[in-house]
């Protein structure tokens, strides 16, 4: 799978507040195919950056963790 880091960093800015998020909304911001958008919201998901449920995704304390590194 190849994704630029921006776009790691762009979902994460995007579900920084903790809140559950529908993933509908993501694809409509991040222009990636859904296909693509499913990898790597299930990468995120592997690395402990994302809880996902149906349709929702939201931000865990490891994600803020690192998104805070790339400040």
């Given at each position: 799978?190849?994704?630029?880091?921006?776009?790691?960093?762009?979902?994460?800015?995007?579900?920084?507040?903790?809140?559950?998020?529908n993933?509908d909304?993501?694809?409509?911001?991040i222009?990636?195919?859904?296909?693509?958008?499913?990898?790597?919201?299930?990468?995120l998901?592997?690395?402990?950056?994302?809880?996902?449920?149906?349709?929702?995704?939201?931000i865990?304390?490891?994600?803020?963790?690192?998104?805070?590194l790339?400040?």
């Amino acid at each position: 799978m190849i994704v630029n880091m921006i776009t790691i960093d762009e979902i994460l800015e995007q579900i920084s507040d903790a809140r559950w998020h529908n993933i509908d909304k993501i694809k409509q911001s991040i222009f990636l195919p859904s296909d693509k958008l499913n990898e790597v919201l299930c990468f995120l998901e592997s690395q402990e950056f994302i809880d996902k449920e149906i349709e929702k995704i939201r931000i865990t304390s490891h994600g803020k963790k690192f998104l805070a590194l790339k400040r």
